[in-house]
Structure formats: C-alpha cells, structure tokens
C-alpha cells in the first residue's frame, strides 16, 4: 500500500515546480525563513521546535501529547494518536539520530500551507520529511497536497513519505514490545551470543526466552521483546506473539 501510495505522489508531484517558501522555528523564541532550495539541508530542521502546537478544548477528539524516542532519549511532540503510533514505527525500524515534529511551514506557489508531521535525520545523513496519515482518509485534496510536499522535497534534496499506518496485528505487537524498549531489560551480553548460536534457524519464543534467563522464564521473556524490540531477532509480526511463536535472529544480528 505504502510503496503504490509513494510511486503515485511521485507521478503527481512532476505537475508542480517545487517552487516554494519554507518557515520553520530555531527556537521556541525565533522563526526563520528560506526559499525551497539545496542550502535548506544545512539548515538543520530535523532540530526545529515545532512550528505548531495547538491548545485544548471541550469534546476534543485527537489525542496529543510526547512519545519517548528511544534512539534520540527526547520527547517528541504528536497531534494524534496515529502520529504516536507512526512514530514508534519509526523508532522501531528505522537508525534516526534526530527527529522534529511539525518541523515547518511550507508555503506553495499557490499560496497554499502545508506542515508536515515530521523530519528525521537518519544514521546514513538522509534527511526525510514524513507525512502521517491513515489510508481511508486519504482524499484527493490530501494526494495533491502530498504531491506539492514531494515537489519541495525533491527542490531541497530531502526524502519524502507518507505514512498511512499498520494492519491491527502488526500495531498490537509492536505497541506491546514498545513497553520492552528500556535499556533495563536488556539480557546480559554471553545470553545474547549464545540466544543467537541457537537459533539455527528458529527456536520457540519459550524456548529463547529460557536460553537468555534459565531460572526465571519472566525475565527470558522481558529481554527476548526487548531484543525484539531491538530487530536483533524477528518474528511473524502479523500473527499473535505467544509462547509458541518461531524466534529467527535478524539479518544484521551478530553472534
């Protein structure tokens, strides 16, 4: 879904300039302001304060507040359960050295506004901009506005996608190996060697669990989501993680 999402935003963002006036706030005191172009890349965003931050009210509807970004150990600020989720996707599956919640205001040719969700410096120097929203509210007013995004992007030199969210199951486990994600659980270092010698290919989650902690299947069981948590091992994310359930090392795991 996402990848068939991004080749059309692609398609459509060749229709627009990418001509366009970017705004964004270096400290919660100052804003800044500078043409959609290459020197844009030096500016740093991915460290901007957010540019929005609305307030309360009665019979409010989205939930907002701080996710903890494990990678960064900051508070980043969301306007939406949805873009707490997305980001812990992030978290989880991504190497992120900095992360910006409503980093800027990008303003079109046309006059139109548009603040992304979120920009992120990866661990290789990518810098991409993200937009999160769920697949069935996607309109065609929201496709143009990716694609406007995606034309400025492309002017800058930063990546662009749009996140449209994760199928139930894959949302459930995740949210709960989440609760995993502090250092403390982590299993000592020999429990990790020899958990990843053992699964030649796969073993069951009990079964791991009692390899990282043999005298008490609890604490196995809190280090193997941690590890999880981690991708130094992987399973089926799309089913029901139970004491059955088939534990493979990750590709980039290391005995």
Known sequence: MNEELME???DESLRFSGNALVRWAPTAKTTSEAPADRPLLSRHLYLAEPFRKPT?????RNYYGLYFFSQTGSHVWHE??????MMMYLDHVESISAIASQPMEMVFADGGR???????????????????????KISSKALEQFAKTQAVCAAVGWDYQVLAGLPDQVQSNLTWLSYFKHPLFSPVEDATSELLVTLTPSTRFDDAALTLSPG????????????LWLRVVHVDMTTPIDGNT????????HA
Do not use: C, M, W
């Not at 309360?56 to 409010?60: A, D, E, L, V």
């Not at 939406?80 to 989720?85: P, V």
């Not at 008490?216 to 590890?227: I, N």
């Open 8 to 10: 059309l935003i692609v």
């Open 56 to 60: 309360s009210y009665p019979r409010q």
């Open 114 to 136: 548009h603040i992304p969700d979120l920009i992120a410096l990866h661990s290789d120097y990518r810098q991409v901009v993200y937009d999160i929203k769920p697949a069935s």
């Open 80 to 85: 939406s359960l949805n873009e707490a989720n």
């Open 246 to 253: 088939l534990i493979e090392r990750s590709p980039h795991a």
């Open 216 to 227: 008490s299947l609890a604490d196995g069981r809190s280090a193997l989501f941690h590890l």
